[in-house]
């Protein structure tokens, strides 16, 4: 069983910065891709990022290229989400995910998730 931890997530204006972290327990934490989802009120949960477990392949969501980037710290079992400009939509429940193999784009593919952290993107 994988445990993972978000963190970073509060309130930023708009054009701002913020990074997540994702703490993962599982000492074979290399050999897992992982990812973040996020979830805004109301609507459903919608894929932004994923890494495989060399941070050689990353993917991302058209919504957040170019503004976010993803990275992992194999020694420190930690994934990162970096993300600068950014804007009200983004504005949600950011989840950290993971699983074995390739990294995926939609959540069913996923096999952890984190409880979720709060980011909050004011105007």
């Known amino acids: 069983q994988v445990q993972l931890v978000e963190s970073g997530g509060r309130l930023v204006q708009a054009g701002g910065s913020l990074r997540l972290s994702c703490a993962a327990s599982?000492?074979?934490?290399?050999?897992?891709?992982m990812g973040w989802f996020r979830q805004a009120p109301g609507k459903e949960r919608e894929f932004v990022s994923a890494i495989n477990w060399s941070g050689g392949i990353t993917y991302y969501a058209d919504s957040v290229k170019g503004r976010f980037s993803i990275s992992r710290d194999n020694t420190k079992n930690t994934m990162y989400l970096q993300m600068n400009y950014l804007k009200p939509e983004d504005t949600g429940v950011y989840y950290c995910t993971s699983r074995r193999g390739l990294p995926a784009r939609t959540q069913y593919e996923y096999d952890y998730w984190g409880q979720g952290n709060q980011v909050t993107v004011s105007s």
């Open positions: 599982e000492r074979a934490f290399s050999a897992y891709a």
